[in-house]
T-cell receptor, first 113, second 115 residues
Framework: GAGVSQTPSNKVTEKGKYVELRCDPI?????LYWYRQSLGQGPEFLIY????????DSGLPNDRFFAVRPEGSVSTLKIQRTERGDSAVYLC???????????FGPGTRLTVL | AQSVTQLDSQVPVFEEAPVELRCNYS??????LFWYVQYPNQGLQLLLK??????LVKGINGFEAEFNKSQTSFHLRKPSVHISDTAEYFC?????????????FGPGTSLSVIP
């Protein structure tokens, strides 16, 4: 079946702009995760959804970052007033339920000029 | 707080030679342990995981890892590597408690298989 998909694959924006990154999890997966991977580093946990609610958002770096999952399927990561330091690959993963194996999408490469 | 150390940032190895990628973790609670692989221009893929039971875990593509609680290690091994094993390998940990879904990744080890 289809895996986790993320759009866009690449996003270039200017400092100060607002961006939205989308994640389509595997159908039926109730748990969804966002990570950020900077160059040369491992993925860094941002937020985890169980259904529609954010079960753990302790990894969001500041209040410019926000994520939603209104219907318990697709999720959107929103970044306001982007900064050059936000440049990274943003990864999304889903699992059939909390604690099960996480399946990762290909990521969205965000570049802030 | 948990953390993961991967001592080797780059490991070059000749084709058909054995390889060991080292991983150490720190945690104040019992943990789950994972190895993920990231092939060039592809997403992360789970190689293997340790949840409980036997400390020797076998994964895909001939890889295996051994959990050593006393040394807080989870080293990844393969007896004979192929060119296709060239990739970035990440060790990861999550705790068994309420935050078990918060997976903490190490910085990665870049494995380069030389023909």
């Amino acid at each position: 079946g289809a895996g986790v998909s993320q759009t866009p694959s690449n996003k270039v924006t200017e400092k100060g702009k607002y961006v939205e990154l989308r994640c389509d999890p595997i159908s039926g997966h109730t748990a969804l995760y966002w990570y950020r991977q900077s160059l040369g580093q491992g993925p860094e946990f941002l937020i985890y959804f169980q259904g529609t609610g954010a079960a753990d958002d302790s990894g969001l770096p500041n209040d410019r970052f926000f994520a939603v999952r209104p219907e318990g399927s697709v999720s959107t990561l929103k970044i306001q007033r982007t900064e050059r330091g936000d440049s990274a690959v943003y990864l999304c993963a889903s699992s059939s339920q909390a604690g099960d194996t996480q399946y990762f999408g290909p990521g969205t490469r965000l570049t802030v000029l | 707080a948990q953390s993961v150390t991967q001592l080797d940032s780059q490991v070059p190895v000749f084709e058909e030679a054995p390889v060991e990628l080292r991983c150490n973790y720190s945690s104040s609670v019992s943990v789950y342990l994972f190895w993920y692989v990231q092939y060039p221009n592809q997403g992360l893929q789970l190689l293997l995981k340790y949840l409980s039971g036997s400390t020797l875990v076998k994964g895909i593509n001939g890889f295996e890892a051994e959990f050593n609680k006393s040394q807080t290690s989870f080293h990844l091994r393969k007896p004979s590597v192929h060119i296709s094993d060239t990739a970035e390998y990440f060790c990861a940990v999550s705790d068994r408690g309420t935050s078990y879904d918060k997976v903490i990744f190490g910085p990665g080890t870049s494995l380069s298989v030389i023909p």
